[in-house]
């Protein structure tokens, strides 16, 4: 019943019979009151969510809060026309996407680059962050070039950064020159207590260092260079211990791919990890909640 309702309901004054509304009126305002905190307790506030898009085997996260801001990050892949990364403008528009707050470019591969050079002349873009050394690659000063045309500010990264998403919801992004020809770039998508831990090695020589490290542990995980086995050892996934893990690539192509993936996918069950794998599951969108983490897939 709703509230008018349950007014209307209350006996009508008349001259012969006198009725004390005060009480009822009060009693029928106090339940709707309970009834707004254990809706609003329910749902929760807005979350974020963390779309990987797929685009192949190349890499690109939609991040998106309810409240609109978004960020994008990578361009999923070489621009070419029937690629799969073809799809991710109109992809961004059918999910009502008409503008996106920042553009994340973590090197200057076209595999990263991908698309975003002609995504500038489609979608407004608040701003487009990326390392200094992937300015000096062919795609990155295509990237460059575009943005000037359309006057979008580009920043180089240096060290550690943060995006703020709003609602206690952020993006952090750091550096670390490990001696590869680009820098790492780690990405931390952080709201709720929750994160998404997202590393673009950019090379074999800082995959290595990576695996030396110590990761701080995420409730979700894009597992390295493309599902290699060698990239993802036990220890180091043991390490991230992610509720949910996600592999960015088409289904395996040869039987090593597939030995790896099969290793792999028994390292993640014996720590009760979902694995999730665009080529199999199409766009993985993840859900970070104050309560629990969702998945949704588009096949």
Known sequence: MSNRA??????????????NVGP???????????????????????????????TGDADCVLVRMR????????????????????????????????????????????DLVGVIPSLLQEVPVGAI?????????????????RAAQVRVPVYPLAGE????????A???????????????VVIRIAYADRSVLLVSPNGDANTTALLGSS??????FRLLANGRRAAN?????????????????????????????????ADLKALGTRLFRTGRDGDITVHLGRRQVRVATSE
Do not use: W
């Not at 070419?80 to 470019?105: E, N, Q, T």
């Open 6 to 19: 349950a007014i209307d309901a209350i006996p009508s004054l008349s001259g012969e019979r006198e009725v």
């Open 24 to 54: 009822a009126l009060l009693i029928v305002l106090l339940i709707a009151a309970i009834g707004s905190v254990l809706m609003a307790a329910r749902c929760g506030p807005p979350d974020l969510a963390a779309t990987f898009i797929n």
């Open 67 to 110: 409240s609109g801001r978004t960020v994008l990050i990578d361009g999923g892949g070489a621009e070419r026309l029937g690629g799969k990364s073809a799809r991710l403008v109109p992809l961004l528009f059918a999910r009502g996407v008409r503008r996106l707050d920042a553009v994340v470019i973590t090197g200057g591969g076209r």
């Open 129 to 145: 962050y990326l390392p200094v050394e992937a300015t000096e690659s062919g795609y990155g000063r295509k990237v460059c070039l």
């Open 161 to 168: 950064q943060r995006l703020d998403l709003g609602a206690g």
């Open 170 to 184: 952020t993006v952090d992004l750091r550096l670390l020159h490990l001696g590869g020809a680009e820098p790492a």
């Open 215 to 220: 990761p701080a542990p995420a409730d979700v």
């Open 233 to 265: 050892p036990g220890p180091f996934l043991r390490a991230v211990g992610p509720q949910v893990a996600v592999l960015c690539r088409a289904e395996p192509a040869s039987r090593q791919e597939e030995e790896d993936l099969g290793a792999i996918g």
